[in-house]
């Protein structure tokens, strides 16, 4: 097994960042994974900032309401486009399998048309 030589990377986070994730993680009909998801980060680590906020580890500054309501936003509106994107992709497998079974009907018309030429 080869050794490694240098340690894993291990990313730094500030505190107005955990701080700011914990705050969008307690906004009403936010779910703690869709903030994690948002933010690129394991839920376990927004369940432990949340933790280390609560204990007083981590200092909230005062954060404008509105920085936080826009952030609800446009993670209301990922989600929303996420759901438009699954069901464009479903239409998109629709429209390829009508599409494959007129093909087939259409070859089929042929090779039965053909069969009575030759007969």
Do not use: C
Not at 61 to 70: A, C, F, S, V, W
Not at 80 to 95: D, G, H, V, Y
């Amino acid at each position: 097994m080869p050794r490694y030589t240098r340690p894993r990377k291990t990313w730094q986070y500030s505190n107005e960042f955990k701080a700011k994730a914990v705050q969008l993680s307690h906004l009403p009909d936010v779910k703690v994974k869709d903030v994690a998801e948002a933010l690129d980060i394991h839920p376990f680590m927004l369940s432990r900032w949340r933790k280390e906020l609560r204990e007083g580890r981590i200092v909230v500054e005062d954060t404008k309401p509105t920085d936080l309501e826009m952030e609800k936003k446009e993670m209301d509106r990922l989600r929303q486009l996420e759901r438009e994107n699954a069901r464009l992709k479903k239409e998109n497998e629709l429209l390829k399998k009508w599409q494959r079974y007129l093909a087939e009907q259409h070859q089929n018309d042929l090779d039965s048309s053909s069969d009575t030429d030759a007969s």
